[in-house]
């Protein structure tokens, strides 16, 4: 029973389909999918079970393989032009919101992208953060709906994407050098919506697939790990995940009581391959069940 769940999980990964209640939902959790095999395989050594020791063995052969990091990891070759420190964070309902507006001032990132920013979360931002980020393009909504992208530089507002929950855009100015940023919060792929949630993240993958050439900032919570078919398609637009460029692949982001002794990362910072990536840290916050992740980047000239 161990060997078939775990295999099933494995078949739809190399498939590349994510349309299967559990199987989406476990995916994210692939790499943990070694504990339940490397027991199979030792209670088939304990049976002289042979045909099980083999099928354990290629399971973990395969876990081993999918396990490895998702995506380019090639250095841009053009001339920096800027230093850009970027956060996201999912504040849960605005629970995190206290937690998060310190960490903010002790960072003191660029651009900041906040997911489930509710009526009072947004207010907060904007009484502890309005002169320090003078600039914002916000959703305004009660609950998981809202969210606000803050920064230092100038935006220009764009439509953002269509979502459940709000997925807001903006055009930043960054020393004459426009960046695209696109805040990203599609539906979780619960038992009943899986649809909503791939179609939505297939909305971001259109986003970034049409920047245009113009460099891109697609950052939030994704719902889904690199080990989800529709999250690589996004990577696969020549988004780049800065946490797998500073090596932090795996570092998990949720959720928050676990980690980071066990969960998934589904929080990102993708960039264009404009970008290169200098360092990755994951924060924890009180009041929210997922870590922030903040980033430093640096934007290149185009080679």
Not at 43 to 48: D, K, S
Not at 78 to 100: I, K, Q, W
Request: net charge neutral; with cysteine.
């Amino acid at each position: 029973m161990l060997l078939a769940g775990t295999s099933t999980v494995l078949a739809c990964r190399a498939a590349g389909t994510d349309a299967l209640t559990p199987v989406t939902q476990l995916l994210a959790f692939l790499p943990w999918l070694l504990v339940p095999t490397a027991l199979a395989l030792l209670l088939a050594l304990l049976a002289r079970w042979r045909p099980g020791m083999v099928w354990a063995l290629l399971v973990l052969a395969f876990l081993a393989w999918f396990i490895e990091p998702y995506g380019k990891v090639d250095e841009p070759g053009g001339t920096p032009l800027a230093e850009l420190r970027v956060l996201t964070s999912n504040v849960e309902f605005g629970r995190g919101t206290a937690a998060l507006v310190p960490e903010i001032r002790r960072h003191g990132p660029d651009i900041v992208f906040v997911e489930e920013c509710e009526y009072a979360c947004q207010a907060t931002l904007r009484r502890e953060l309005g002169t320090a980020y003078p600039y914002r393009q916000a959703v305004v909504a009660g609950g998981s709906q809202g969210s606000v992208v803050l920064s230092r530089l100038p935006l220009t507002g764009t439509d953002g994407v269509k979502g459940e929950m709000g997925m807001p855009g903006a055009i930043a100015d960054v020393r004459g050098h426009d960046v695209r940023l696109q805040l990203a919060h599609p539906m979780p792929p619960l038992p009943g919506q899986v649809g909503v949630w791939r179609r939505e993240l297939g909305r971001l993958r259109s986003a970034a697939a049409g920047r245009a050439g113009t460099p891109m900032i697609l950052a939030g919570d994704f719902n889904a790990s690199q080990d989800h078919a529709a999250f690589r398609r996004i990577l696969d637009t020549g988004l780049r995940d800065t946490a797998r460029l500073a090596e932090h692949d795996r570092t998990p982001s949720w959720p928050a009581r676990t980690t980071p002794a066990f969960g998934v990362q589904i929080d990102h910072v993708l960039v264009s391959e404009d970008f290169s990536a200098n360092s990755a840290r994951f924060l924890d916050l009180a009041g929210t069940d997922h870590r922030a992740l903040l980033v430093d980047i640096t934007l290149h000239r185009r080679g």
